[in-house]
């Protein structure tokens, strides 16, 4: 059932009153059964996955949460009589008892999920390695249908179970009310991924209905499906067209649709969370921001920082501090020093870690090699980010540059958000060399005649088309940058005359019937992050 689908407007419209018209103590049971009710139309099969995670997480949980209260109560009958030594060691081997529940129950879980999307990937390399060194081994190729948001909600319930682990809260005792938390039907489709502290409280209380928010919520709605349907869904005919003929397109097209795709990705991923904000904020529940303007940003951590927020706060939090915190890259940490000086040696444990976190958030988006290099293309951009921090400020001092003034960040903006657009050719390429080709093209036959001499028009809109798609560009883009200076628009729209109000409340839903991207060949559920 896809967000920008009537079929959805409908479940929302049905689930909303349903869940306001069921009485204060039942409604976070409603709004399980919608959930249910929701994931069903995705597909019978896919609720075992779903299930199996709820129920091995659950039960994960708790034996944790009950190993911790056991522990606290022995420990506190016992402490007069430990010395220090002593102490330590009933600490770590409470660690090892609670790691011999964590890992298998995270193997579990992040299991099923490397099964589902890897297992493909990693045989028909596995046998192409086998046939360049004529080794006469063949290992079974499958390809499995992916559950729907298997990627969301595995990390969000992993997440939970680590929390959990790390005594941050409760473990939740109620198996149903656990179940509404990882299946919430807005948010488990693409994000974003929610924190059990942040979230489950909102989800079990009894939400009353509330005009305001149900408005800001509807408003929120057609913003992103304005974003979708009439932004992104345009884009993304040029960008098919030139990623699906590499050799036909070079040169400065590759730049264009290089372009145009951030404006889809963009426009499709966030018009997706921003539909998912908005239905759950007529239910009464605040999602979790997912993005913060990233084409505004200033460098790439910046962009990473604004870019699918929840995804990257997971893996800072759940990989990265574990990782650089821990005794080994301790020690990483002071073999560098030894070996090549205490600025790298001090950096080694934050570098190592960064690096492994793109490759696995490029590993996150797919089971091909180009998001794997994608994910070494970010990992290397911000490791040199971080080595060549200081020296650049000292060469910005050393030349007086001055660094408070706009010009200064424009640069940085267009800077970055050319690393940017590079990143994207490696994704959106039909694989590595393909992009590599793409981008020698690029360089090699730039041509910007194109631009003015009707070149564009070989990309399959029309001219009425190409000016839709630069119009509704320049709105999306004058409403980031009056966000960007802290103009709130639903609530500066609020304090306006009815009538033009609902001026716009009508422009915006005519344009969506006007200009929204339709047709026998369209399928409304393709979301991107969808997919992943």
């Not at 002593?86 to 609670?98: L, P, V």
Request: aromatic share 18%; glycine share 8%.
């Amino acid at each position: 059932m896809a967000f920008t689908s009537v079929q959805f407007v409908v479940f929302l419209v049905l689930a909303a009153t349903l869940y306001f018209l069921t009485p204060k103590r039942y409604r976070w049971v409603t709004l399980l059964i919608v959930n249910y009710v929701f994931y069903f139309f995705a597909g019978a099969g896919y609720f075992l996955y779903l299930l199996a995670t709820t129920i091995t997480i659950f039960l994960g949980g708790l034996k944790l949460g009950n190993m911790s209260a056991k522990n606290k109560a022995d420990f506190a009958a016992i402490k007069g009589t430990l010395d220090k030594e002593q102490k330590k060691a009933w600490k770590a081997n409470f660690i090892k008892r609670k790691r011999a529940v964590l890992i298998p129950t995270m193997l579990f879980n992040l299991g099923i999920l490397a099964v589902l999307k890897y297992s493909g990937f990693v045989g028909g390399n596995l046998n192409a390695l086998f046939g360049r060194f004529s080794i006469n081994l063949e290992m079974p190729v499958y390809s499995f249908l992916l559950p729907l948001g298997i990627s969301f909600y595995t990390f969000q319930s992993v997440g939970y179970l680590i929390d959990v682990y790390r005594e941050k809260y409760e473990p939740e005792r109620n198996l149903a009310q656990f179940a509404l938390f990882i299946s919430f039907f807005p948010q488990i489709v693409q994000g974003p991924i929610g924190r059990y502290n942040d979230l489950a409280e909102q989800l079990y209380r009894p939400n009353s209905f509330s005009y305001e928010r149900v408005k800001f919520g509807v408003q929120l709605m057609l913003w992103g499906a304005f974003k979708k349907l009439v932004i992104a869904d345009r884009a993304k005919v040029i960008v098919d067209t030139v990623f699906g003929y590499p050799e036909t397109f070079g040169g400065t097209y590759v730049a264009v649709a290089a372009l145009v795709y951030c404006i889809q990705l963009y426009g499709d991923f966030s018009g997706g969370i921003d539909i998912a904000t908005g239905a759950a904020q007529v239910l009464g529940i605040q999602l979790e921001k997912n993005f913060e303007r990233p084409y505004l940003a200033t460098s790439i951590p910046d962009f990473w920082r604004r870019w699918h927020i929840t995804l990257g706060a997971w893996f800072r939090d759940y990989v990265f501090y574990p990782l650089s915190l821990s005794k080994f890259f301790t020690k990483v940490g002071k073999k560098g020093r030894q070996l090549f000086g205490n600025y790298i040696g001090k950096l080694l444990p934050v570098l190592i870690p960064q690096f492994i976190i793109f490759f696995l958030i490029g590993i996150w988006h797919g089971a091909e090699w180009k998001y794997i290099a994608f994910g070494f293309y970010n990992g290397t951009l911000i490791v040199l980010g971080i080595l060549f921090d200081q020296p650049l400020k000292k060469l910005i001092q050393k030349f007086e540059i001055r660094t408070e003034c706009f010009s200064w960040h424009l640069f940085r903006v267009l800077k970055t958000l050319v690393l940017v657009a590079l990143g994207k050719i490696i994704t959106r390429a039909p694989g590595v060399g393909a992009s590599v080709y793409m981008m020698h093209s690029m360089l090699r036959n730039w041509n910007s005649d194109i631009l003015i001499n009707g070149g564009l028009l070989k990309l399959g809109l029309d001219i009425q088309d190409l000016w839709l798609l630069f119009l509704s560009s320049l709105v999306f883009l004058t409403v980031s940058l009056l966000q960007e200076s802290g103009v709130q628009i639903r609530q500066a729209l609020s304090k306006q005359n009815i009538l033009f109000r609902w001026f716009i409340y009508l422009a915006a839903i005519f344009s969506l019937i006007m200009f929204g991207v339709y047709g026998l060949n369209y399928n409304a559920s393709d979301f991107i992050y969808r997919g992943f």
